[in-house]
Structures are given as structure tokens and as C-alpha cells.
């Protein structure tokens, strides 16, 4: 079966410019989950979604948003990139359906402002 | 609120050494437990899980009991090897919640 990929997995922006992150989880797996990963902030949550819906969300501004399609693929956008959002961005899928689901993690896509 | 609290690294062993890296946490509700592991340029992947109380999580010579009378979940190997060379991720998930709760994460490497 195979993971959770992401693309791009590398990606240089200038600040100002938004992006958009893909992640396509797991055959059958209904939640994606996505996390920014820095040197400073460590792994921190960024939101969930379930179904084509947002389940949960972390204490990210606006600016960071993200949706899922039928098909349980996943985007997540950042508008307006400042500096501070240079990070590798994680996404896992799971299952989802149960009270407690083991995540899987895709490589991640880097991205680098300028 | 919940969070994890692991040990600072970096930590540096030569091969065959004992490794221990300990994991606090602090939970509201009754979390599972997990520890992942980061290679460079990857993801991560899951390494070992606890879901309850005194159960012992284990892979890859790997070890972690759930204590709960203590909070901690350390991570233990009897002789680890070089390629063992990694970033170690500590980490909570509450029952009924998708959202993972991270340590700061510990940066091991293994001289030969």
C-alpha cells in the first residue's frame, strides 16, 4: 500500500507570495492532519480534517488555511508568506473513524521565504 | 493544557552503549503515548505506542513502558548502532482528538 506523499517537497517563495501544499493520504484513510515543523517551535499542530471537514485546529493565524476533497487528498495555503514561515510542513493521514487512530507521516514538503 | 517534556539533547554514545531518553508529559484527559523517529531529510515514522497504563511498547530492540504514576514513557535500547543516528520525537494523543502533542524532540548520534 502505498504512504502518505506530498509535493511539492521543495519550495523557495518570497514574502508576500502564497502557497499551496498537497498531501494525498493513505488508500481508505479519512483524516488528514497537517504540522509545522521549525527549529525554534518544535512540531506544532496546524488542523485536521475528517471527511471534507475541519475537525480541529491549532493556533495558527488566518493566513494558514486548508481543505480536503472528496477523495480525502488534502490542500493546506499559506497567503501573504513572511519569513517566519519557513518550515517543513508534515502531513499525516489515518483512519480517523475511531476514538484513537495512528498517524502516518509523509516526508514532508520544505519551504523556504525569502 | 497537555504537553510533553523530553530530555535536551543532543546526546552523543558510542556503539553498543545503553540509551535512556526520558519523556514527561501532562494530560487532561487519559492520552496514548508514542515515540517517532525523524532520519534526516524525512518524515517521521511511528517507532513504538503505548495506549494504556503499564503496557510496553517495543520495536527494533526499542523499549517504553507507560507509567502512569510517574507521567513518563522513557525510551530505552540495550546496545544501540550507528544507524540509530536520528531525531527522537516524544509524543501524546488525547482519546477522542486527532491532534498530536510533540516534545521538543532529542538529536542522538552514535559514534562508531
Known amino acids: 500500500k502505498a504512504g502518505v506523499t506530498q509535493t511539492p517537497r521543495y519550495l523557495i517563495k518570497t514574502r508576500g507570495q502564497q502557497v499551496t501544499l498537497s498531501c494525498s493520504p493513505i488508500?481508505?484513510?479519512?483524516?488528514v492532519s497537517w504540522y509545522q515543523q521549525t527549529p525554534g517551535q518544535g512540531l506544532q499542530f496546524l488542523f485536521e480534517?475528517?471527511?471534507?471537514?475541519?475537525?480541529n485546529k491549532g493556533n495558527f493565524p488566518g493566513r494558514f488555511s486548508g481543505r480536503q476533497f472528496s477523495n480525502s487528498r488534502s490542500e493546506m495555503n499559506v497567503s501573504t508568506l513572511e519569513l517566519g514561515d519557513s518550515a517543513l510542513y508534515l502531513c499525516?493521514?489515518?483512519?480517523?473513524?475511531?476514538?484513537?487512530?495512528?498517524?502516518?507521516f509523509g516526508p514532508g514538503t520544505r519551504l523556504t521565504v525569502l | 493544557g497537555n504537553s510533553v517534556t523530553q530530555m535536551e539533547g543532543p546526546v552523543t554514545l558510542s556503539e553498543e552503549a545503553f540509551l535512556t531518553i526520558n519523556c514527561t508529559y501532562t494530560?487532561?484527559?487519559?492520552?496514548?503515548l508514542f515515540w517517532y523517529v525523524q532520519y534526516p531529510g524525512e518524515g517521521l515514522q511511528l517507532l513504538l505506542k503505548?495506549?494504556?497504563?503499564?503496557d510496553k511498547g517495543s520495536n527494533k530492540g526499542f523499549e517504553a513502558t507507560y507509567r502512569k504514576e510517574t507521567t513518563s514513557f522513557h525510551l530505552e535500547k540495550g546496545s544501540v548502532q550507528v544507524s540509530d543516528s536520528a531525531v527522537y520525537f516524544c509524543a501524546l494523543i488525547i482519546q477522542g482528538a486527532q491532534k498530536l502533542v510533540f516534545g521538543q524532540g532529542t538529536r542522538l548520534t552514535i559514534n562508531p
Open positions: 499525516a493521514s489515518s483512519l480517523g473513524a475511531q476514538l484513537y487512530n495512528e498517524q502516518f
Open positions: 494530560a487532561t484527559g487519559y492520552p496514548s
Open positions: 488508500s481508505g484513510h479519512r483524516s
Open positions: 480534517y475528517f471527511s471534507e471537514t475541519q475537525r
Open positions: 503505548a495506549t494504556k497504563a503499564d
